[in-house]
T-cell receptor, first 117, second 112 residues
Framework: GAGVSQSPSNKVTEKGKDVELRCDPI?????LYWYRQSLGQGLEFLIY????????KSGLPSDRFSAERTGGSVSTLTIQRTQQEDSAVYLC???????????????FGEGSRLTVL | QKEVEQDPGPLSVPEGAIVSLNCTYS??????FMWYRQYSRKGPELLMY????GNKEDGRFTAQVDKSSKYISLFIRDSQPSDSATYLC????????????FGPGTRLSVLP
């Protein structure tokens, strides 16, 4: 498809289990972001990949969270030993190269809704 | 105080009304501003992007930035039921994606 694809769309897991969330960005988009959206909260930045550069992990809330991007394309967000407070919608966005002074344009996927029981 | 604040709503208006959605912020260094629309169980989509102060118009949508008051607005003219969604503002000091701060969103319902 032409858009950002995320899977699974819904995931219910038990506390303490590990989960993997996948993002397939738009072809040709060099930048990829993961955000977390909790009820009543704004989008919370988690991690950013740009080309072959080292990722910006400054938004990851704990060392239970990690992400990788293979071959500059597909990304996987892994949450280890899930906790109930990890329940949220995890959104992935990709972005094409930005012209100097031009708008930053994100294209978001539909998200992976994680529920930790 | 949160860095970016929005009234969560829900805001209900009749079809055809003019809608005003607002965000206030505390960081006077913010100069890049965006509005996103998010339909239920969908990802956000970019509506408007403005740099620094002033107005920007696109069809039925107008974005305003008042940096002196640290206040931005999105106006929707002739609102339609299809405008029913959550509207998120986002802003940053620079144009680096990871530095944008999002508001919690305002849920809008346009009633036919």
């Amino acid at each position: 498809g032409a858009g950002v694809s995320q899977s699974p769309s819904n995931k219910v897991t038990e506390k303490g289990k590990d989960v993997e969330l996948r993002c397939d960005p738009i072809s040709g988009h060099t930048a990829l972001y993961w955000y977390r959206q909790s009820l009543g909260q704004g989008l919370e930045f988690l991690i950013y990949f740009q080309g072959n550069s080292a990722p910006d992990k400054s938004g990851l809330p704990s060392d239970r969270f990690s992400a990788e991007r293979t071959g500059g394309s597909v990304s996987t967000l892994t949450i280890q030993r899930t906790q109930q407070e990890d329940s949220a919608v995890y959104l992935c966005a990709s972005s094409p190269p930005t012209l100097a002074g031009g708008p930053r344009r994100w294209f978001f996927g539909e998200g992976s809704r994680l529920t930790v029981l | 105080q949160k860095e970016v604040e929005q009234d969560p709503g829900p805001l209900s208006v009749p079809e055809g009304a003019i809608v005003s959605l607002n965000c206030t912020y505390s960081n006077s260094a913010f100069q890049y501003f965006m509005w996103y629309r998010q339909y239920s169980r969908k990802g956000p989509e970019l509506l408007m992007y403005t740099y620094s102060s002033g107005n920007k118009e696109d069809g039925r949508f107008t974005a305003q930035v008042d940096k002196s008051s640290k206040y931005i607005s999105l106006f929707i003219r002739d609102s339609q039921p299809s405008d029913s969604a959550t509207y998120l503002c986002a802003m940053s000091e620079d144009n680096y994606g990871q530095n944008f701060v999002f508001g919690p969103g305002t849920r809008l319902s346009v009633l036919p």
